[in-house]
């Protein structure tokens, strides 16, 4: 397969500063006319050529400037057209079946409607067009359908006439005067009933909004729409950006290959960040719909109003999206919490995938299928990145520059490069080495220590990026750290300090220090690397109590925690140093459990251990097997060690009645971290408190957290609730996604015997995206199931991988990436990851998308 490479960029010979959309709509049978003004780009190679991508479709009829041709030819998938002057008027027929479009890309039928996905490169599986994202084009788009099945007719911009024919079909037109690229591009046409409200912008304009879903499923959008409201109201406070448009719709679909999509006035969402009511959606579910409701209202000016010149430039609208909708959330919550909870995705994401086979730059310098980089590279790290420039800059700063970033390039499609070189002039910094964090892959390491002399600290500092694919020698990079030094006696420091770390190695002094200080250091985890330091317990147990960084003292927690359990697993613990380390982790443990200042969300943040994944990448080689014993071993212990306060913890915030408020979250949060706890210490205390909380419940979370304990556990109650479970929520799709996840999920001895049970459920299907997520990356991500040791899990996720390709290639690439972490785990299991790696190879008709992940997992 081909390779897109950055280096090649062109600017495209043909624009087309408007097109016309016609379709009649059908389920099986859709009918596209496309009629594009094409004008020669004065910037392009002046070629007569015009080029229009297409995918899987043929063209029934070619026009230009309203004469039928016979003259075009194919190039493989591609439409090409000769031209003799400088602007045309070039119209196209093709016709598609939405209902055989199991890829879930370009125009598709989910549960009976007709909806749209065209990024990245959708738009051509519906039309022939220059599908990439330096096309801006202003679109009308007109659809006629029949009124029963469509009656709802829905396109990006504002509907500009409506009206009804003789023959029982309907029409609309839709206009948006936005010019925008095609992969913004959105039809939605169905049986949809609105949540409607409205918002006033900054400047007095009246918005209206409207949430779409299901009849049946409209009690369950309120959420959304706060969400919505609130967004709206945050960009203009924080970012000083107001919307564009009279309308907004969100339109939710139960068939979606990833969380939502940003499509200019109509974005189209997966029905699971859209509906959510306390009954059927957790805590974390009600966040997440609030977290994706911001980050797509958000691309409307960080992806829409500036796109993307190439698609290389991804980040460019991703990290600074992502970046913004988490300091929405922070904003909206608790700040303290939503990085800790940011800080975790990334170590359980990005980590690894910067350190394995796939790893790359924010902006990949190369691609072979496009839908392979929305990794949580280009999104998380890439968010990270530009926090870093925050951090540097100071938000009023960080404004200005973000200000002349938009007032800059609006209505263009702009690149990393831009995007940086406004931060630098808007907010006054010198970003020329910074730059590498765009282009250098891999986790920097920083190697810390400290020494004490008189009364002067000083901290040396030493950074290593590691090889990765490609890019075998890397350069030092500039890395901003947080710090502070803590006086041991008083438990207090003299303010915390930025340091910059821009060479391989440096020194930091500083004064005032009779006794060797405590050292907090990357705090706010404010550059996202992994710190070296060797430490004792006892400074980490100091930190874990007193730090006033809520970030800090959550990873010295981590720190001393994972300290511990390398050293388990590597064998490397006499039983009196194991019971040394439990003592240490429990002594802080039991401070966390009972610190009366610390709120209840927090303090549910700082019970959670280490991921067994997280733990897996501070080893060269890993043993899962290993790290599962000594995890669990170590919650076991907990849960004995400190089950008084375990108990009276659960007992104290079972207590406490269902509200949204903080204070009722914070207690739910921390029943059932307690729960957890609980049931590793003592099987049936956990099993009868787990019922217990089972049949009380009156919402989701205390609901979810009872199963997911009882999932575990080879106990009578776990069928009990199981069966409660599926029966109550018959018919829901989002919540039997749960049920099948919670399985898949669990830690239960036949996890893996039951998960194939679960394949052959009638309520298990491959072409719903939500469902195959819910059981495979359940297991994928679960380490008991995934590295049994015989192997199964690796069979599990291969067979799903070569069965999912022919049906939704995008989808099955997604669960490569687990298997392709071989190298980083014992020889024996990365032997039966590597074959079943080179089962899928063998593979005769791979998808690129697929092709390409396992190519690169095997090289
Ligand atoms: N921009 C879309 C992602 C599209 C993924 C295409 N494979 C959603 C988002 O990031 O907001
Ligand atoms: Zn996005």
Same mark, same amino acid.
């Given at each position: ?328 959330? +922070? ?5 303290? #919490? !939503?990085? *800790? /909870? %940011?800080?975790?995705? $990334?170590?359980?994401? &990005? @980590? ?60 263009? +499609? ?5 995007? #940086? !070189?406004? *931060? /630098? %002039?808007?907010?006054? $910094?010198?970003?020329? &080495? @910074? ?425």
């Amino acid at each position: 397969p081909p390779v897109i490479r950055r280096e090649d960029y062109l600017p495209p010979a043909w624009l087309v500063p408007e097109i016309a959309l016609d379709f009649t709509l059908g389920l099986t049978a859709t009918r596209v006319v496309s009629k594009l003004h094409v004008a020669r780009n004065p910037d392009g190679n002046g070629a007569s050529t015009l080029r229009l991508n297409g995918d899987q479709i043929t063209p029934l009829a070619v026009r230009v400037d309203g004469a039928a041709v016979s003259d075009w030819r194919l190039d493989g998938a591609d439409l090409l057209i000769e031209l003799s002057g400088d602007a045309h008027i070039v119209e196209v027929e093709t016709q598609v079946n939405p209902a055989a479009n199991s890829q879930l890309m370009g125009l598709y039928a989910s549960n009976g409607m007709l909806c749209t996905q065209c990024e990245a490169e959708g738009f051509r599986r519906i039309t022939f067009f220059p599908d990439r994202p330096d096309v801006l084009s202003t679109y009308s788009v007109r659809m006629t359908g029949d009124k029963t099945t469509f009656p709802i007719l829905l396109a990006n911009g504002n509907c500009t006439a409506q009206g009804e024919n003789a023959d029982g079909s309907h029409w609309a037109e839709w206009h948006d005067p936005w010019p925008k690229p095609s992969y913004l591009f959105a039809l939605v046409a169905g049986e949809l009933v609105s949540n409607h409200s409205t918002f006033t912008t900054m400047s007095g304009r009246k918005v209206d909004l409207n949430i779409w879903v299901r009849p049946g499923d409209e009690d369950r959008t309120q959420h959304a729409m706060d969400s919505l409201i609130a967004s709206m109201k945050w960009d203009e406070e924080t970012f000083g950006r107001e919307y564009d448009l009279d309308l907004f719709n969100v339109v939710a679909v139960s068939d979606f290959n990833m969380g939502a999509m940003e499509n200019k006035g109509l974005n189209v969402f997966n029905t699971r960040y859209v509906l959510a009511d306390p009954e059927t959606a957790t805590d974390g579910d009600f966040d997440a719909v609030e977290g994706v409701i911001g980050h797509e209202y958000f691309h409307n000016w960080s992806g829409n109003r500036i796109t993307c010149r190439d698609w290389f430039q991804l980040s460019l609208k991703e990290g600074f999206t992502v970046l913004r909708d988490q300091l929405f959330s +922070a904003d909206m919550g608790s700040e303290a #919490v !939503k990085r *800790i /909870e %940011d800080v975790r995705i $990334l170590r359980a994401a &990005q @980590f690894p995938e910067d350190s394995g086979p796939l790893a790359h730059p924010i902006r990949p310098d190369s691609y072979q299928e496009i839908n392979n980089f929305y990794t949580a590279t280009v999104y998380n790290k890439g968010a990270e990145v530009i926090r870093m420039m925050r951090t540097m800059a100071g938000p009023e700063q960080f404004r200005k520059g973000t200000d002349l970033y938009f007032d800059r390039h609006d209505g263009e +499609a702009a690149t990393c490069e831009d995007f #940086v !070189k406004a *931060i /630098e %002039d808007g907010a006054g $910094l010198d970003l020329k &080495q @910074f730059r590498l964090w765009y282009s250098q892959a891999g986790t920097p390491q920083v190697s810390v220590s400290l020494s004490h002399e008189g009364s002067t600290a000083t901290l040396k500092l030493t950074q290593k990026v590691p090889a990765t694919p490609g890019q075998p020698d890397k350069q030092p990079m500039p890395i901003p750290l947080r710090v502070a030094l803590f006086d041991r006696d008083t438990g207090a420091h003299a303010g915390e300090k930025l340091v910059v770390l821009d060479k391989p190695s440096d020194t930091f002094t500083f004064d005032g220090f009779a006794k060797p200080p405590v050292l907090s250091i990357n705090r706010g985890f404010s550059a996202p690397v992994s710190i070296d330091f060797d430490r004792e317990a006892e400074d980490l147990v100091f930190l874990a109590a007193n730090d006033d960084d809520p970030f800090a003292r959550y990873e010295a927690m981590q720190n001393l925690v994972v300290q511990h359990l390398v050293t388990a697993v590597s064998g490397g613990l006499s039983d009196e140093t194991r019971a040394a380390g439990r003592a240490a982790i429990g002594k802080a443990f039991t401070a966390i459990l009972t610190d009366p200042a610390l709120d209840d969300l927090m303090r549910g943040e700082l019970m959670i251990l280490p991921a067994e994944g997280y733990l897996a990448e501070q080893m060269l080689i890993a043993d899962p097997g290993a790290i599962h014993t000594e995890r669990e071993a170590l919650k076991a212990w907990l849960g004995r060690e400190c089950a008084d306060d375990l108990t009276a913890l659960h007992d104290r915030a079972v207590a406490v009645p269902y509200s949204r408020d903080a204070a009722a979250r914070g207690a739910r949060k921390i029943k059932n971290q307690a729960l957890v706890y609980i049931a590793a210490g003592n099987a049936q205390e956990g099993a009868r408190r787990a019922l217990d909380q089972y049949r009380a419940a009156d919402n989701m979370t205390d609901r979810q957290g009872a199963v997911l304990v009882l999932a575990s556990l080879d106990v009578p109650e776990r069928e009990e609730a199981l069966a409660d479970f599926r029966s109550r929520y018959e018919g829901n799709a989002l919540v039997i996604d749960k049920w099948f996840s919670l399985q898949a999920g669990s830690f239960h001895p036949e996890v893996l015997a039951n998960i194939r049970k679960l394949a052959e459920h009638p309520d298990f299907t491959m072409t719903n995206p939500n469902r195959v997520r819910a059981l495979y990356m359940a297991a994928a991500v679960n380490p008991k199931a995934f590295h049994d040791a015989s192997g199964d899990g690796y069979r599990l996720i291969g067979d799903l991988i070569r069965r999912l390709d022919p049906i939704n290639p995008q989808t099955a690439a997604r669960f490569v990436p687990s298997l392709g972490r071989w190298r980083r785990i014992e020889p024996v299991r990365a032997a039966m990851m590597r074959e079943e790696l080179e089962r899928i190879a063998a593979e005769p008709s791979l998808s690129r998308d697929v092709r390409e992940q396992v190519s690169k997992s095997l090289g």
